[in-house]
T-cell receptor, first 112, second 113 residues
């Protein structure tokens, strides 16, 4: 089985712009979770989608949003980018909400 | 609430040395416990897991035992290799919150030949 894929792998944006990141889960997996990784804050949970519905949300501002499609692919969007949004964004998929999460390679976002 | 505390390191060892990375947790209910590893420039890879008390997870020579009485899940390896150099994350999953992993801060391991 192919693993979790994320596109793009690298992204450079400027402050105030918006960005959309994409995640394709392992075939058959219905749950997708997103995490932000920074040197200062470590790994922080953004949100989790299951069957196209957001089931769980972390403590991030409303500029961070996401969605999941009927094929379980997920996107996350960050509007009005700030310098502090520079991070590695990781997507993880699992067969169900109580199942083991498998991670993609991440999208590294740099905001200038 | 749920939380994970692990020794932050960095940990520097010579090849073939014994490795221990401590991890303790706080959780409601009966969580599952994980160790993930991150190599430079990559995402997280599942290293091992344990889903109930006294379970031992093992993979690639690494082991960890789920100790409910001490709320711990320490990672061990008897003989490390240069290729084990990476960042190791302890994580928990479950209890009252679904779909979300709680991570420790990560431990940087460097192994010298």
């Amino acid at each position: 089985k192919a693993g979790v894929t994320q596109t793009p792998r690298y992204l450079i944006k400027t402050r105030g712009q918006q960005v959309t990141l994409s995640c394709s889960p392992i075939s058959g997996h219905r749950s997708v979770s997103w995490y932000q990784q920074t040197p200062g804050q470590g790994l922080q949970f953004l949100f989790e989608y299951f069957s196209e519905t957001q089931r769980n949300k972390g403590n991030f501002p409303g500029r961070f949003s996401g969605r999941q499609f009927s094929n379980s692919r997920s996107e996350m969007n960050v509007s009005t980018l700030e310098l502090g949004d520079s991070a590695l964004y990781l997507c993880a998929s699992s067969a169900g909400q109580k199942e083991t999460q498998y991670f993609g390679p991440g999208t590294r976002l740099l905001v200038l | 609430g749920n939380s994970v505390t692990q020794m932050e390191g960095p940990v520097t060892l010579s090849e073939e040395a014994f490795l221990t990375i401590n991890c303790t947790y706080t959780a409601t209910g009966y969580p599952s416990l994980f160790w993930y590893v991150q190599y430079p420039g990559e995402g997280l890879q599942l290293l091992l897991k344990a889903t109930k008390a006294d379970d031992k997870g093992s993979n690639k020579g690494f082991e960890a035992t789920y100790r409910k009485e001490t709320t711990s899940f320490h990672l061990e390896k008897g003989s490390v290799q240069v290729s084990d150099s990476a960042v190791y994350f302890c994580a928990l999953f479950g209890g009252s919150t679904l779909g979300r992993l709680y991570f420790g801060r990560g431990t940087q391991l460097t192994v010298w030949p």
